[in-house]
């Protein structure tokens, strides 16, 4: 018998009589018979002894908090039971990854904006890296080149992230 002379949840739900070695008493306490009906009623009695019977004690307790949970979600979610909630929560998961890539790409676009531009020299330091190859003239050329080049990535970048600065279109991205 469960707790002192009372029988256990799942005896006083099938209307018997509780035996001393009752293998739902530790399980199936008498003050909480909700636990054992929901569990019944989705998985039978017969079959939630056969299972308990086949395990060693000390894996009882889990597999009964295993039972009563998945019995819980397939009454909540019949179809899926337990692993629409583990894809639901899967799902939530990866939009609020969404979410903070976004949001940490604005914060870099905004550090990008206020961070000052350092102004690049035109001409390299000639005096000290002279090659026969190469001529002053062909330095500043390929300097302009780089700092042109600079420049225009510098306004895209500020540019495309004026986007995300309207707070109506924002907002739509964390809907």
């Known amino acids: 018998m469960g ?9 006083k739900l099938l209307r018997r009589r509780c035996a001393k070695d009752c293998i739902f008493a530790p399980y199936f306490p008498p003050d909480d018979p909700h636990k054992f009906a929901i569990v019944h009623k989705v998985f039978g009695a017969s079959n939630v002894s056969k299972m308990l019977q086949e395990l060693p004690i000390q894996q009882r307790a889990d597999a009964v908090s295993s039972l009563v949970y998945e019995a819980n979600a397939r009454v909540r ?22 979410q903070l890539a976004v949001a940490q790409a604005e914060i870099l676009c905004i550090q990008m904006q206020q961070e000052p531009v350092p ?10 890296d002279k090659s026969p190859f ?21 306004s ?10 309207d707070p109506v279109k924002r907002e739509s991205l964390w809907t």
């Open 119 to 128: 102004s690049l020299p035109t001409t390299l330091m000639e005096s000290e």
């Open 156 to 165: 895209f970048a500020s540019s495309s992230s004026s986007i995300m600065q």
């Open 3 to 11: 707790t002192g002379s009372s029988p256990c949840a799942s005896c």
């Open 134 to 154: 190469s001529t002053s003239n062909s330095n500043s050329i390929n300097n302009n080149n780089f700092n042109n080049n600079l420049q225009q990535y510098l």
């Open 77 to 98: 979610d019949p179809v899926y039971g337990c692993v629409g909630a583990i894809s639901f929560l899967q799902n939530q998961v990866s939009q609020l990854q969404m």
